[in-house]
């Protein structure tokens, strides 16, 4: 597959993207959404440590050289609350 240097990706590397974090063991993430735009790739989701972001990020940096990735990934809070919460 090649591409001009700065053109959008095509809708197969999207699909690539979502099969790679869906089928590696090592990450195994289907709530990732990527969504092509003018200049590259938008990743979007949410997962639970800046680790395993980093991780997905040097994946599919590390498979996909040529395509320019932007990050809008958060962290949720994976550990249990420390305080109890009130309601009104």
Do not use: C, K, N
Request: net charge negative; no cysteine; proline share 9%.
């Amino acid at each position: 597959m090649t591409e001009e240097h700065g053109a959008p990706p095509d809708e197969y590397v999207e699909a690539e993207i979502h099969r790679l974090l869906a089928e590696d063991p090592a990450v195994a993430e289907q709530g990732i959404t990527v969504v092509r735009r003018e200049r590259g790739l938008v990743l979007y989701g949410e997962v639970e440590s800046p680790h395993r972001r980093e991780e997905i990020l040097r994946r599919v940096a590390e498979r996909f050289p040529d395509v320019p990735i932007t990050s809008d990934i958060g962290v949720i809070r994976a550990q249990a609350p420390t305080q109890v919460e009130e309601l009104p």
